[in-house]
């Protein structure tokens, strides 16, 4: 299994482009999610997926779309990048939703927006 | 409101025994997840806590107090590839198992 997998692994957006980070995993998990990771601000949820056909928001939705068409899955889409955006952005999945499980994270995508 | 608090920096030796604490308050608790993150990496799981008490996982063993909101790590055997951030997280009741994370506590193993 790779388990879970993002592309690009960095990127560098001028200010108002759009673009799709890519995520997907090999374990047939049910539950996928987009957190960001900022110095002195944690890790923060921007979407996630309980399901092929379901997403949600999280904390900080605003600027982002998700889709979640197969179970494989969860691409995150910046539709305007902003400097504000320049962030370290982790993919991650869980088996369940439904009961505590440990989550496994992608290698992260570092964008740089300038 | 809803808070989780670590220490920033912590610094031990090789071999030695480091407690890594972290402290919650938040509305509705279902239990309180560890990871560790090295640099530039990834976090990965390490422990789940959802009763009081202590779970051991061979050097890694977690605590947990509902009723004091509090939580820690040890870590036995310190070992150089132990330096790296250890991230708190608690799992909020309803809400889709949503985490609350920490800011992570940074550790430093010198020889």
Not at chain 1, 6 to 28: I, W, Y
Not at chain 2, 70 to 88: G, N, P, V
Request: aromatic share 12%.
């Amino acid at each position: 299994n790779a388990g879970v997998t993002q592309t690009p692994k960095f990127q560098v957006l001028k200010t108002g482009q759009s673009m799709t980070l890519q995520c997907a995993q090999d374990m047939n998990h049910e539950y996928m999610s987009w957190y960001r990771q900022d110095p002195g601000m944690g890790l923060r949820l921007i979407h996630y997926s309980v399901g092929a056909g379901i997403t949600d928001q999280g904390e900080v939705p605003n600027g982002y779309n998700v889709s979640r068409s197969t179970t494989e899955d969860f691409p995150l889409r910046l539709l305007s990048a902003a400097p504000s955006q320049t962030s370290v952005y982790f993919c991650a999945s869980s088996y369940s939703f439904s009961t505590p499980v440990e989550q496994y994270f992608g290698p992260g995508t570092r964008l740089t927006v300038t | 409101g809803q808070n989780i608090d670590q220490p920033t920096e912590m610094t031990a030796t090789e071999g030695a025994i480091v407690q890594i604490n972290c402290t919650y308050q938040t509305s509705g608790f279902n239990g309180l997840f560890w990871y560790q993150q090295h640099a530039g990496e990834a976090p990965t799981f390490l422990s789940y806590n959802v009763l009081d008490g202590l779970e051991e996982k061979g050097r890694f063993s977690s605590f947990l107090s509902r009723s004091k909101g509090y939580s820690y790590l040890l870590l036995k055997e310190l070992q150089m590839k132990d330096s790296a951030s250890y991230l708190c997280a608690v799992e909020r009741a309803g809400n889709n198992r949503k985490l609350i994370w920490g800011l992570g506590t940074s550790l430093a193993v010198n020889p």
